[in-house]
């Protein structure tokens, strides 16, 4: 089965910036979709970005509207990893964010997450 690893989380000031890296196990090819959620305290964890990966809308992305103008998500499917470059930060940022996989087993899509990296934004 596939695994997902974050890392790059930290804290940074207001206006800072920050890349956050997620590292799969397997092919990131074989996904729909790759994207990256983040949770607050006490807030449903909400979709921050994601990026298509396979089919004839490979490559298209979507942000959440909080981010966008922000943040960008990339991917390098030759080495299995996506990227989430965070610009401008904002303390309402400051949540545990996660790498997120979407596949398609037996007709299913089925979701695989990583363990989360925190990110605050504070001065």
């Known amino acids: 089965q596939v695994q997902l690893v974050e890392s790059g989380g930290g804290l940074v000031q207001p206006g800072g910036s920050l890349r956050l890296s997620c590292a799969a196990s397997?092919?990131?090819?074989?996904?729909?979709?790759m994207g990256w959620y983040r949770q607050a305290p006490g807030k449903k964890r909400e979709l921050v970005a994601t990026?298509?990966?396979?089919?004839?809308?490979?490559?298209?992305?979507n942000y959440a509207d909080s981010v966008k103008g922000r943040f960008t998500i990339s991917r390098d499917n030759a080495k299995n990893m996506v990227f989430l470059q965070m610009n401008s930060l904002k303390p309402e940022d400051t949540a545990v964010y996660y790498c997120?996989?979407?596949?398609?087993?037996?007709?299913?899509?089925?979701?695989?997450w990583g363990q989360g990296t925190q990110v605050t934004v504070s001065a």
């Open positions: 997120n996989g979407k596949k398609l087993v037996a007709l299913t899509p089925v979701d695989y």
């Open positions: 990026i298509i990966s396979t089919g004839i809308s490979t490559g298209v992305t």
């Open positions: 397997g092919s990131i090819s074989s996904m729909l979709v």
